[in-house]
């Protein structure tokens, strides 16, 4: 499974972004597909999840209301719609997924996409 992830950029603060991730390299559907983020000096932080058919949906709490994360099954995508961004939201935004072939679960993970917000 390949996860490529596009979007980021340099937007002022207030400003609106969406993030993409395209998956490609497998047979069925994903499983849970979730958005990371990263900032500098900080850990790895849970974004966003979105179960197989996307109706569950959960954000942590510092996105809720300004982020929507959604996904589209036929075509192997996966989007983050951010919005009222902050300088607080600056990271490096990481697509995650799970894939399972019998009863074989594995994480995948793209290579990042650059988010900064200037104040």
């Known amino acids: 499974v390949q996860l490529v992830e596009s979007g980021g950029d340099l937007v002022q603060s207030g400003g609106s972004l969406t993030l993409s991730c395209a998956a490609s390299?497998?047979?069925?559907?994903?499983?849970?597909m979730d958005w990371y983020r990263q900032a500098p000096g900080k850990q790895r932080e849970l974004v966003a999840t979105?179960?197989?058919?996307?109706?569950?949906?959960k954000y942590t709490d510092s996105v809720k209301g300004r982020f929507t994360i959604s996904r589209d099954n036929t075509k192997n995508t996966m989007t983050l719609q951010m919005n009222s961004l902050k300088p607080e939201d600056t990271a490096v935004y990481y697509c995650?997924?799970?894939w399972g072939m019998g009863s074989t679960y594995t994480d995948y993970w793209g290579q990042g996409t650059q988010v900064t917000v200037s104040s």
């Open positions: 995650h997924a799970v």
């Open positions: 390299g497998y047979t069925g559907t994903l499983d849970d």
């Open positions: 979105i179960s197989r058919g996307g109706v569950v949906r």
